[in-house]
């Protein structure tokens, strides 16, 4: 039932406009690339503009629909700054083969990692995992395991509080709403806040204020692991006045979207982050 609710199979289909998003780049790499379990990922490698660049992105999408929906807007961001980019549908997506399950979301982006290690031959200081929505979860299993710096963008503390926030959001019988969490919590209980309680690299929060698919709770329990950490210096919380959706505006990190003190904060931790590797 869980599985299902995040599966894009049911939901809004990828037009060939939105697939050729990517593969209109003449340098773009499809790939398939294998998980640890069998399963194969769709992915496009971007490389950098730049020759000499020594820093790549990979970007877990939001649960509902394909890379090509999610991830271009975000994707384009860091290609213009001069990243290699990464993106890729879970198990289950577009041409992903298997089916989601929080473990297999795991080894997918776990497989992407690996990929940008092994085969591309960037060490774990250049490479930065960015997490928009449900990818925000995932990216911070990677931040906790790998170490390495994350961007977590328009996340959620849990997700069982997400489909319990929805379910509130949308007047659903309070006994549905229970048995709604309780699944979640026992099949899909990705929890962001607990591996970020252990993590040791640079994080990067981001929090659009006319959010209204994650709860203000959420961010209340977030500033508080951070206030709680061991080293709250490695966070950096910022927010700014966006929805949820791409399809809301242009996404912040885009200097068309005039979001400039969010954007800004956004480059400053880059450069920082870009700094400490070469030091």
Known sequence: MVEKAISNKETKKVSEEDRALFH?????EPHLIKTVDGQNLEAIFVPSQHAKAGQAVFI???????HELHSYPIAKAYYDLGFNVVVFNYRGFGNSTGSPT???LIQDAEAIYRF???DKGFSPHEILGHGYSLGGGIVAEIARSQGIDVVLD???A????VVHHYMCKKKINKLYRIVGKFLARSCFPLNTLKRLENCRSRVFIFRGRKDISMSGHDVHRLKKMIEAHPK????TFVEADVG???DEGPVWMDPEAHMTEARDHWITFLKERIGSTTS
């Open 244 to 246: 949820h959706f791409h």
């Open 154 to 156: 328009r996340t959620f």
């Open 60 to 66: 877990c999408s939001g649960g509902l629909e394909s």
């Open 116 to 118: 940008l290690r092994e």
């Open 232 to 235: 709250p210096e490695l966070f």
């Open 24 to 28: 209109n780049i003449p340098s773009a």
């Open 102 to 104: 929080e473990e297999g």
């Open 158 to 161: 849990t997700f069982p509080d």
